[in-house]
């Protein structure tokens, strides 16, 4: 069945300083979701990506999708402590993604101030 | 405050009793999903439902059932805990199967099995 990659497994930056997550599905995906899971909380949507090659930005944090729809990253821009948590990236199990999304292990977030 | 609900949040069951989880969404959404999370292992699919009265299997639906006889609500089951079943479980619910609008999570139920 597909999967999806996720690495690093952990990322300790100091306040302030950029971080970046990268996300591989075996196969190519018709669409790659992000979504942040705080300490104890429960995973919170981001944003999707549809396009080859689409980069979109929130505030500190840039999404890119790859141009062969197998690979994605997500940057952070001089982190903050608020930034804190763990990161997953996430594909459709199937082309429609009706039957679920397959989830990557996840990159947590750590920051030392 | 609209959103996805979960109840219980915490629960301590012995080896061989028996539960159900309940999830309850007031977002109209047709497809709802369980999930469960475990330390290294991400969120892994249970079972889900693209609409009321439909359910089908994820990756791990070994020991669990569900039921979905109200839109709103979908519930999943366990028939025998086992300890292999202690995690934090996951509902979601979407408005177009993930596309575009994202899965709304609720804030899990934390099950242990002993």
């Known amino acids: 069945g597909q999967q999806v990659m996720q690495i690093p497994q952990y990322q300790h930056v100091q306040e302030g300083e950029d971080f970046t997550t990268y996300c591989n599905s075996s196969t190519t995906l018709s669409n790659i979701q992000w979504y942040k899971q705080r300490p104890g909380g429960h995973p919170v949507f981001l944003i999707q990506?549809?396009?080859?090659?689409e980069v979109k930005k929130q505030k500190r944090l840039t999404f890119q999708f790859g141009e062969a729809k197998k690979n994605s990253s997500l940057h952070i821009t001089a982190t903050q402590t608020t930034d804190v948590g763990t990161y997953f990236c996430a594909g459709p199990r199937s082309g429609g993604g009706a039957d679920g999304l397959t989830f990557g292990k996840g990159t947590h977030l750590i920051i030392q101030p | 405050n609209a959103g996805v609900t979960q109840t219980p949040k915490f629960r301590v069951l012995k080896t061989g009793q028996s539960m159900t989880l309940l999830c309850a969404q007031d977002m109209n959404h047709e497809y709802m999903y369980w999930y469960r999370q475990d330390p290294g292992m991400g969120l892994r699919l249970i079972h889900y439902s693209v609409g009321e009265g439909t359910t089908a299997k994820g990756e791990v639906p070994d020991g669990y059932n569900v039921s979905r006889l109200k839109k709103q609500n979908f519930l999943l089951g366990l028939e025998s805990a086992a300890p292999s079943q202690t995690s934090v479980y996951f509902c979601a619910s979407s408005y177009s199967g993930g596309l575009a609008y994202g899965y709304t999570f609720g804030s899990g139920t934390r099950l242990t099995v002993v």
């Open positions: 990506l549809v396009k080859s090659g």
